[in-house]
């Protein structure tokens, strides 16, 4: 299996900061790498998908970047709507795998 | 509005065997490009892959889950299934349907799911 791991794990950030999180996997993975926000006791939601392209009805705030092995998402200026947890995941072979998550809290 | 709902039953005993349906609305589960898809999160944790079908009846599945999984699709309820045999406490999690798109080996993703339901294996 592929191993996805994020950094950090959890993050404190204020409104208005520019923020990165970044995704390694074990091993290549093109740009088949996509990114979710997940809101407490809510679906994770497609933020970004094939590493740098934006789902429709995403802000332009959020991109993504990378390919082969070393990913990042970056939201330009947090919004209070931001403050959520973020996963990484991997479609480039099965079984797909997510990253275990990195938790973004108001500072 | 593409809109997938879980149902099922929240208690299950060890060893029997786990079932949840997804009910499709708002697009048809014959769709070209499209996986049926179930991933669960154990309670505070990550997100794990369960496994796919294709409307054709072709499925995909998680090797760490395949012994005890079985993934269907009725077309004429527009709604897919998931069982898992031989539950234990570790398959307590939240369950989701989702929908995955995967037209011409490209794109890939996770694009609509469903509100997820807790199921909860105890005696």
């Known amino acids: 299996d592929i191993q996805m791991t994020q950094s950090p794990s959890s993050l404190s950030a204020s409104v208005g900061d520019r923020v990165t999180i970044t995704c390694r996997a074990s091993q290549t993975i093109s740009n088949f790498l996509n990114w979710y926000q997940q809101k407490p006791g809510k679906a994770p939601k497609l933020l970004i998908y094939l590493a740098s392209s934006l789902q429709n009805g995403v802000p332009s705030r959020f991109s993504g970047s990378g390919s082969g092995t070393d990913f990042t998402l970056t939201i330009g200026s947090l919004q209070p709507e931001d403050f959520a947890t973020y996963y990484c995941?991997?479609?480039?072979?099965?079984?797909?795998?997510f990253g275990q998550g990195t938790r973004l809290e108001i500072k | 509005q593409v809109q997938l709902q879980e149902s099922g039953p929240g208690l299950v005993k060890p060893s029997q065997t786990l079932s949840l349906t997804c009910i499709v609305s708002g697009t048809s589960i014959r769709s070209d490009g499209y996986y049926w898809s179930w991933i669960r999160q154990h309670p505070g944790k990550g997100l794990e892959w369960i496994g796919y079908?294709?409307?054709?009846?072709?499925?995909y599945y998680n090797p760490s889950l395949k012994s005890r999984l079985t993934i269907s699709v009725d077309m004429s309820k527009n709604q897919f299934s998931l069982k898992l045999s031989s539950v234990t406490a570790a398959d307590t999690a939240v369950y989701y349907c989702?929908?995955?798109?995967?037209?011409?080996?490209?794109?890939?993703?996770?694009?609509?799911w469903g509100q997820g339901t807790l199921v909860t294996v105890s005696s």
């Open positions: 989702a929908r995955y798109f995967d037209i011409n080996n490209n794109y890939r993703f996770f694009d609509f």
């Open positions: 995941q991997q479609s480039s072979s099965i079984p797909q795998t």
């Open positions: 079908i294709y409307y054709s009846g072709s499925t």
